[in-house]
C-alpha cells in the first residue's frame, strides 16, 4: 500500500511526518535543515513509495498568507516538477505549532525536549498530515 508524507515547511528546518502503509496514523519522522530538504526527498520519496505529500500552508487568523506562504508556494512548485506523478495536498497549518506543543506536553516530554525546534517541527508536520488523513 501507499505512504503519504506530511511536511512543515520552514525558513531553517522543515519538519516531516509519515503514514503508515494503510494511512491510519501519523507518526513524526524528522527534521531536515531546508537547505538540505529537496535532495532528502528526492531519496526519501521513492524509498518510502510516498503517494501523496502533503504541504502545510501558512495562514494569518484573518485568512492572509503569513510571509513564509511565498516560499511555500515555491517549493509547492519545486514538487509538482519533481515528482509529477504525486498528489500535492495543501493543507491550513494555523495553530500546529500550538498543538504540536500541547501535544509533547500532553505526552510527558520533558521541558528541555519540548523547547527544541526539531521535534516540534517534525511532531507539526504529523498533525498536518493527521488533519488530512482525518479529512
Known sequence: ??????????E???GLAITDS???????????????LKAHLIQL??????????LGEARHADDTEAPIT???NE??????????????VRIDERNTSQLAAEALYQGGMRKSQRQKK?????VSAAIILQLYLNA
Open 22 to 36: 494503510l494511512r491510519i496514523v501519523a507518526s513524526p519522522l524528522e527534521t531536515i535543515p531546508t537547505n538540505k
Open 45 to 54: 520519496v521513492p524509498k518510502e513509495k510516498i503517494t501523496t505529500l502533503v
Open 118 to 122: 526539531e521535534n516540534l517541527d517534525k
Open 70 to 72: 511565498i516560499k511555500q
Open 1 to 10: 500500500m501507499s505512504k503519504a508524507l506530511g511536511i512543515d515547511y520552514g
Open 75 to 88: 517549493f509547492a512548485d519545486w514538487l509538482r516538477k519533481q515528482f509529477p506523478t504525486i498528489e500535492l
Open 12 to 14: 531553517k528546518r522543515t
